[in-house]
């Protein structure tokens, strides 16, 4: 999948849409193929489907060929890859890690501060906190 696209044209020449409108029409083979072709770019983006959007994903299916290209374009250009989204994770998780370290060892200010800690290392906490909330969130995680 390619883009952006300035012309209708431009979507209807890609090999995906062209091996669609390839296909008889009135069979249904033109929504099945074009469904596929979203399913497959939302699985590569990472993106999970409940019940509601699989309908919805039906639903766009319905429409010409190019036009399911050009969102499946969209989503396959913005989403991020497995693996990026893994490499993400790993970071996140080492650099939490980092500053958990960190606040372990507590820093003569930390030993005055009223609260036991200084504001760097609550400045740290909260980078924590912060970390994992984003990695929650990019698993899909509440």
Same mark, same amino acid.
């Given at each position: 999948?390619?883009?952006?696209?300035?012309?209708? !044209?431009?979507? $209807?020449?890609?090999?995906?849409?062209?091996?669609?409108?390839?296909?008889?029409?009135?069979? *249904? !083979?033109?929504? /099945? %193929? $074009? +469904?596929?072709? =979203?399913?497959? &770019? =939302?699985?590569?983006?990472?993106?999970? =489907?409940?019940? #509601?959007?699989?309908?919805?994903? $039906?639903?766009?299916?319905? #429409?010409?060929?190019?036009?399911?290209?050009?969102?499946?374009?969209?989503?396959?250009? /913005?989403?991020?890859?497995?693996?990026? +989204?893994?490499?993400? =994770?790993?970071?996140?998780?080492?650099?939490? *890690?980092?500053?958990?370290? +960190?606040?372990?060892?507590?820093?003569?200010?930390?030993? !005055?501060?009223?609260?036991?800690?200084?504001? %760097?290392?609550?400045?740290?906490?909260? %980078?924590?906190?912060? #970390?994992? $909330? /984003? &990695?929650?969130?990019?698993?899909?995680?509440?």
């Amino acid at each position: 999948m390619t883009g952006p696209f300035d012309t209708e !044209q431009q979507a $209807s020449a890609l090999p995906e849409v062209r091996a669609i409108t390839a296909l008889p029409p009135g069979t *249904g !083979q033109w929504t /099945a %193929a $074009s +469904r596929g072709m =979203l399913t497959e &770019a =939302l699985a590569a983006a990472g993106v999970e =489907l409940g019940g #509601y959007d699989e309908r919805i994903v $039906s639903w766009l299916a319905g #429409y010409e060929p190019q036009m399911v290209a050009v969102i499946a374009s969209w989503i396959t250009r /913005a989403g991020i890859t497995p693996a990026d +989204r893994e490499v993400i =994770l790993a970071a996140l998780d080492a650099a939490a *890690g980092q500053v958990e370290m +960190r606040a372990m060892f507590p820093c003569d200010t930390c030993q !005055q501060h009223p609260d036991g800690l200084c504001n %760097a290392h609550a400045a740290g906490i909260e %980078a924590v906190r912060a #970390y994992r $909330s /984003a &990695a929650a969130r990019i698993e899909g995680r509440p």
